[in-house]
């Protein structure tokens, strides 16, 4: 749990710095970016802090819907075909880390 976890606000740290990694022209993408990687980044790491699993965690649901944004993120702002698959694959992960922790049994 702790680790997937730790991953998920690693990944949360990767959407807040990509924007200037990727060198976006469009400030709704940068700051859409950094805000909502910062909500995964707190959301996954106060989950890890507070050892918070199941589905009646508020942090796993947060974090979860913030991979599902970055999901939808590169269709909601035209980027380049990497730029999808690096948001697109990263919001699965982060969703799916998410669907397992919040199916793990403490």
Not at 13 to 28: C, K, R, T, V, Y
Not at 43 to 55: E, N, P
Request: charged residues 10%; without cysteine.
């Amino acid at each position: 749990m702790a680790v997937r976890h730790l991953l998920a606000a690693l990944i949360g740290l990767l959407f807040i710095f990509a924007p200037f990694w990727i060198d976006f022209n469009h400030e709704g993408a940068v700051v859409t970016s950094i805000v909502g990687g910062t909500i995964q980044a707190v959301a996954s790491f106060l989950g890890f802090m507070l050892k918070k699993s199941g589905w009646g965690s508020w942090l796993n649901w947060i974090s979860l819907m913030a991979g599902v944004w970055f999901i939808i993120f590169p269709f909601a702002f035209l980027t380049g075909f990497a730029d999808y698959v690096v948001y697109i694959v990263l919001g699965i992960t982060t969703v799916m880390l998410n669907y397992y922790t919040m199916n793990d049994e403490l």
